[in-house]
């Protein structure tokens, strides 16, 4: 897998681990937490860089051993997202794609490009299945995955626990296979 994907007006790149970088990232989380909470439970856990420093080192841990490819949209040399390919399964050729784009960037198109370079990517490195998980009530999310053609597997049932809602909510599972 490449580190860097250029695309028509983003670039996805696997940012390296340094404090600059995590700063960087940290700002982004920080601004946009209210946005993305009810949608990613990992933004809670993000207090500081230092947190954000943590998740780049063992993104890149991950990114070595083929696990997950981490990557972030860039516009104009800065952060707006992510983009990237969790729970990567070498030997059946699947990858989990997770997401997630500053508010401010919403409605431009930025994902589509995103999830569509990083497609590419992993059906021209041999990947099968690409899977897309979202919250049913996640309307920006399953747009993306429906604009973009993956066929709806199925929704899963009280699949997440939502704390704060004191509720479960339902998963939709999504997916694309490579063109033969």
């Known amino acids: ?14 940012l390296a681990p340094c404090m600059h970088n995590a700063k ?29 420093y943590a998740f780049l ?16 949209i860039i516009l104009n040399d800065e952060i707006i997202g992510n983009c990237a ?7 059946n050729k699947k990858a989990e794609l997770g997401y997630w ?7 431009c198109g930025y994902m589509i490009e995103a999830v569509r370079m990083l497609e590419q990517e ?19 999310s399953v747009n993306v995955a429906k604009n973009l053609g993956y066929e709806l597997e199925g929704v899963l049932k009280q699949e997440k626990w939502l704390p704060k809602e004191n509720r479960f909510r339902d998963i939709n599972c999504f997916a694309k296979f490579k063109k033969k």
């Open 122 to 140: 992993l059906f021209k490195n041999g990947f099968n299945k690409i899977i897309i998980h979202n919250d049913v009530l996640n309307k920006g």
């Open 57 to 72: 080192k063992q993104s890149d841990k991950s990114w070595e051993n083929n696990s997950a490819y981490e990557y972030f």
């Open 101 to 107: 784009l500053a508010n401010d960037y919403r409605g």
């Open 24 to 52: 960087l990232l940290y700002d982004v989380e920080s601004k946009n937490k209210d946005f993305l909470l009810p949608w990613l439970s990992w933004a809670r856990d993000i207090k500081s860089a230092t947190d954000t």
């Open 85 to 91: 390919a969790n729970s990567v399964d070498i030997k």
């Open 1 to 14: 897998m490449k580190y860097i994907l250029k695309g028509p007006r983003i670039t996805l790149m696997h």
